[in-house]
């Protein structure tokens, strides 16, 4: 067929768990961690790392995604028990603006600001860049966002 552009098809995702490349991406972001903050700083549990940044508590985690990848997850959670529909037109709306992450309703009306990164060629600048805009952004709204939705 002449004058027909070929579209070409991308690949798709595999199901499975990368053990090898989710080791070396949790010890990319430890390493990332460990430059950036004093050792007493982190807390580690259950394969979790937070940190306090002002008023938020920021997690960082490193989980399956695919056979060839894995996500590098930075959340932190703002307020609970919100009035989400309310709350639901306002976070859509920050979302239009945030350059990075999202705005996001739990199951259990929990509000998060989440970051998820492709960890299979992620890089410190990327972490780094994941981690101050959550940061950043969780502790401009807990507290307002507490005060607006209970």
């Not at 995702?13 to 390493?31: F, I, S």
């Not at 060839?68 to 709306?93: H, I, P, Q």
Request: glycine share 6%; aromatic share 10%.
């Amino acid at each position: 067929m002449r004058g027909v552009a070929r579209v070409h098809k991308f690949p798709v995702l595999k199901d499975g768990v990368n053990e090898k490349l989710l080791e070396k991406v949790r010890k990319k972001v430890d390493a990332c961690l460990s430059g950036l903050f004093d050792k007493e700083d982190l807390v580690k549990v259950d394969g979790m790392t937070s940190f306090s940044f002002g008023s938020a508590t920021v997690n960082v985690t490193v989980v399956p995604w695919h056979s060839g990848d894995v996500l590098v997850k930075v959340f932190s959670y703002l307020a609970e028990n919100v009035k989400t529909k309310k709350a639901a037109t306002e976070f859509l709306r920050l979302n239009a603006d945030v350059p990075l992450g999202a705005f996001s309703i739990a199951f259990d009306n929990t509000v998060m600001f989440s970051c998820s990164l492709p960890g299979a060629n992620v890089d410190t600048s990327e972490i780094t860049g994941a981690l101050q805009t959550v940061a950043a952004y969780a502790d401009q709204y807990d507290d307002i966002l507490k005060e607006m939705y209970r």
